[in-house]
Nanobody, 126 residues
C-alpha cells in the first residue's frame, strides 16, 4: 500500500496562490493514478483534479480550470496542485488520493480511490 501526506495549505487572500504537495511512500508511486479532492464545511467531498500514472493526462473540474494545475514528479514520489487566482469558494480541506487500478487513466470518482491522505486546510479570505 501507499501512504500519502499533504502539505502546503494555509491562509491566503483572494487572488493569491498556493502550491499543495502530496508526498507518497510505500509502493511504487508511478503505479498509481492520483487525484486531488476537497471538502468544504457542510458540503460533500468533490473532485478537483486528476492525473495519470506518467502525468501525460490530466483532468479538472470546471470550477478550477484555468486556475489550478496538477502535476507529478515520479522520481520524487510527489504530486502537486498549483493553485492561482484563488477565490473564497476554494476554501476547503484538500486531500490527495491514489488509485491502484492498473487500467485507470484519470479517476474522478472518490469511491474508486484506494488510499487517502489526511488533508491540508486551504483558507481564502475575501
Amino acid at each position: 500500500q501507499v501512504q500519502l501526506v499533504e502539505s502546503g495549505g494555509g491562509l491566503v487572500q483572494a487572488g493569491g496562490s498556493l502550491r499543495l504537495s502530496c508526498a507518497a511512500s510505500g509502493r511504487t508511486f508511478s503505479d498509481y493514478a492520483m487525484g486531488w479532492f476537497r471538502q468544504a464545511p457542510g458540503k460533500e467531498r468533490e473532485f478537483v483534479a486528476g492525473i495519470s500514472r506518467r502525468g501525460r493526462t490530466t483532468y479538472y473540474t470546471d470550477a478550477v480550470k484555468g486556475r489550478f494545475t496538477i502535476s507529478r514528479d515520479n522520481a520524487k514520489n510527489t504530486m502537486y496542485l498549483q493553485m492561482a487566482s484563488l477565490k473564497p469558494e476554494d476554501t476547503a480541506v484538500y486531500y490527495c488520493a491514489a488509485d491502484r487500478n492498473p487500467t485507470a487513466l484519470v479517476v474522478t470518482s472518490g469511491s474508486l480511490y484506494d488510499y487517502w491522505g489526511q488533508g491540508t486546510q486551504v483558507t481564502v479570505s475575501s
